[in-house]
C-alpha cells in the first residue's frame, strides 16, 4: 500500500482520516501544521498527500504547489471547508477535492479514484 501523508491541523478530522487509512493497510504520517507537513514530506516521499487548505502557520496552497513542483506525481487531496478554493485548488494541481465535513465515504472515494482500485 501507499504511504500516505495527513496534514490536517484539526486533531479530530487528522485522526479520522489516519485511522480509516491505517486500518486498510496504509502507511500513514501524520502532521498538524504546514511546516511539520513539509518537514515530513521531505524525509518520507510519500505517495498520497491529504492536505487541508487552513493550517495555522502556512497556506495550504504553497504547500500543494511545492509539493507539486518537487514531485508532481504525488497526488494530493484537497481538504476545505471553502468550496470555492475547489477550481483554485485544482488549477495548482490538487488531484481530488474533499469538502469539509469530510465523511468517510468520500475518503474512501478519494483513495479509490487516485488508486484506481476498490480498497478494503
Known amino acids: 500500500?501507499?504511504?500516505?501523508?495527513?496534514?490536517?491541523?484539526?486533531?479530530?478530522?487528522?485522526?479520522?482520516?489516519?485511522?480509516?487509512?491505517?486500518?486498510?493497510?496504509?502507511?500513514?504520517?501524520?502532521?498538524?501544521?504546514?511546516?511539520?507537513?513539509?518537514?515530513?514530506?521531505?524525509?518520507?516521499n510519500p505517495e498520497i498527500v491529504f492536505l487541508d487548505l487552513g493550517l495555522p502557520d502556512m497556506e495550504g496552497k504553497d504547500i500543494l504547489r511545492k509539493i507539486k513542483e518537487e514531485s508532481p506525481q504525488t497526488k494530493v487531496i484537497v481538504i476545505s471547508g471553502y468550496d470555492e478554493r475547489k477550481e483554485e485548488s485544482l488549477n495548482l494541481g490538487a488531484d481530488y477535492f474533499?469538502?469539509?465535513?469530510?465523511?468517510?465515504?468520500?475518503?474512501?472515494?478519494?483513495?479509490?479514484?487516485?488508486?484506481?482500485?476498490?480498497?478494503?
Not at 2 to 10: A, H
Open 98 to 120: 474533499l469538502s469539509k465535513p469530510v465523511l468517510i465515504s468520500t475518503i474512501y472515494d478519494a483513495i479509490k479514484n487516485i488508486l484506481g482500485k476498490e480498497i478494503h
Open 1 to 44: 500500500m501507499p504511504k500516505v501523508l495527513v496534514i490536517e491541523d484539526e486533531a479530530q478530522m487528522n485522526e479520522v482520516i489516519y485511522s480509516f487509512l491505517e486500518k486498510r493497510g496504509f502507511e500513514v504520517k501524520r502532521a498538524f501544521s504546514g511546516r511539520e507537513a513539509l518537514d515530513i514530506y521531505s524525509k518520507e
